[in-house]
C-alpha cells in the first residue's frame, strides 16, 4: 500500500533530523483529508526547517507526489501534503498549543517502534 511506504518514508526523514516525539495517526475512516498525520517537532525554528526539507526531499526522491509545503519561511508548523500522509513538524511551542493529537483523539497512533524497526 503506497500511503504505508509513504508514511515510512516521513517517519524515517524525521528521525533521522532528530525530530521529538513523532506520532503518527492513522486517519482511515476519520478524516477523507489523509490516510495517515504524521506529527514531530523540533527545538528550534531550524531544526523544524530541516526536518521538513529532509522529508520533502525523501518523498520526491522516492517519487512521491509532495502536493505543497506550507508555512516553510516561518519555521513555527510546516505541513507537508504527500496525498495520504499529511505530516505536520512544529516549532514545540507551537505543538502544545495546538495540540492536534487531542484533536484528532479518536484516531488510533501508529506503532512508531515497528515502522522504524
Do not use: C
Amino acid at each position: 500500500m503506497k500511503s504505508n511506504e509513504i508514511l515510512e518514508s516521513a517517519i524515517r526523514s524525521a528521525d533521522e533530523k532528530k525530530a521529538e516525539n513523532i506520532v503518527a495517526l492513522n486517519m482511515q475512516g476519520i478524516s477523507t483529508m489523509a490516510d495517515y498525520f504524521v506529527i514531530a517537532s523540533g527545538q528550534s525554528y531550524k531544526q523544524v526547517q530541516s526536518i521538513a526539507r529532509e522529508i520533502r526531499k525523501n518523498a520526491l526522491e522516492n517519487e512521491y507526489e509532495v502536493k505543497r509545503m506550507e508555512g516553510f519561511d516561518e519555521g513555527k508548523w510546516i505541513l507537508i501534503d504527500i496525498g495520504d500522509v499529511i505530516v505536520h513538524v512544529f516549532h514545540e511551542e507551537e505543538r502544545m498549543y495546538y495540540n492536534l493529537e487531542k484533536l484528532w483523539g479518536d484516531a488510533p497512533e501508529v506503532e512508531i517502534e515497528k515502522v522504524l524497526s
